[in-house]
């Protein structure tokens, strides 16, 4: 598996190192197809330079599924499969990895930073063989666990950096003037607005975000509020209507009281004159 890791790299190497050596040749026109696939590889460099963090979930869906598809394919060709059956499980692969990519931030902005890392480490070291395949890896796997960590500002530097490299370099190709400075410069210039523009686009986003927080906040506290009030009106009403209960129960035993009193004189009268009529009879009866 080395050797064939091995033959693997070296040919992609060949191949690119031979297809930029004939795209950078002076004086030499470009063909249709080739302007046609500059121009598109310009663009996305561009994409990915301005709009990396907005697009990461499309981006990550989109290696999810070439680099599922590829390595599945190339395993199941390893492990002596043959017919379609390397073709479905390379499928198979690339659907699971997209969907994951895309569904789930984390692990899209995960996908996204390796497969940058990995290409730009690649583009800079040029492996030949499986130890610096794997150093690549590597490389890509650190700046995406750091990507976990700070997802939004490691993805605009990683997507600013790819892309401005990428555009600047197929537009450099693009141009009739051939001059490493202009290189260099268009490269350069290009991530640093990346930068930019992303920061800003996110510092609107999250502004925006507060913006909308606050708004949901003062309403609660709003509604909230008004319920306090109701709640207090209700605690009003119901004590104003305990406190005249009160004073008709008041105003009802003062009532009883006052006619208990009048019971009680008119007895204390029917008494006396008892008494009257009783020493008026003793009296007759003596004479």
């Known amino acids: 598996m080395v050797m064939n890791?091995?033959?693997?790299?070296?040919?992609?190497q060949v191949q690119m190192q031979s297809g930029m050596t004939v795209l950078m040749e002076k004086g030499r026109e470009l063909a249709t197809v080739e302007m046609i696939m500059l121009a598109g590889a310009a663009a996305v460099?561009?994409?990915?330079?301005?709009?990396g963090l907005k697009m990461v979930r499309f981006w990550a869906a989109v290696?999810?599924?070439?680099?599922?598809?590829?390595?599945?394919?190339?395993?199941?060709?390893?492990?002596?499969?043959?017919?379609?059956?390397?073709?479905?499980i390379g499928g198979v692969a690339g659907v699971i990895l997209a969907?994951?990519?895309?569904?789930?931030?984390?692990?899209?902005?995960?996908?996204?930073a390796w497969i940058v890392g990995i290409a730009g480490s690649a583009y800079f070291l040029q492996p030949k063989d499986w130890i610096f395949a794997l150093i690549c890896l590597a490389i890509g796997l650190v700046i995406a666990l750091i990507t976990l960590k700070f997802a939004e500002p490691v993805t605009m530097l990683v997507t600013a950096i790819f892309g401005?490299?990428?555009?600047?370099?197929?537009?450099?190709?693009?141009?009739?003037?051939?001059?490493l400075m202009i290189q260099i410069a268009m490269i350069v210039v290009l991530i640093i607005l990346g930068i930019l523009?992303?920061?800003?686009?996110?510092?609107?986003?999250?502004?925006?975000?507060?913006?909308?927080?606050?708004?949901e906040i003062r309403k609660t506290t709003s509604v909230a509020n008004e319920v306090d009030k109701a709640r207090a009106m209700m605690e009003d009403l119901d004590q104003e209507k305990s406190g005249g209960y009160d004073e008709e129960e008041d105003e009802i035993l003062d009532l009883n009281e006052i006619e208990d009193?009048?019971?009680d004189e008119e007895d204390d009268e029917e008494y006396e004159d008892d008494d009257d009529i009783q020493f008026l009879t003793l009296d007759d009866d003596d004479e």
């Open 5 to 12: 890791m091995d033959v693997l790299l070296e040919r992609i």
């Open 45 to 51: 460099g561009l994409l990915f330079c301005f709009f």
């Open 63 to 88: 290696f999810g599924l070439s680099v599922g598809f590829a390595g599945g394919s190339y395993l199941a060709s390893y492990f002596g499969l043959e017919g379609y059956i390397p073709l479905i």
């Open 99 to 112: 969907v994951l990519g895309g569904v789930f931030y984390r692990a899209g902005v995960f996908l996204v």
């Open 164 to 179: 401005g490299a990428l555009a600047g370099q197929a537009g450099y190709i693009l141009l009739p003037m051939k001059n």
């Open 197 to 215: 523009i992303q920061f800003l686009l996110e510092s609107k986003r999250r502004k925006r975000l507060h913006l909308k927080k606050a708004d």
């Open 261 to 263: 009193e009048e019971y």
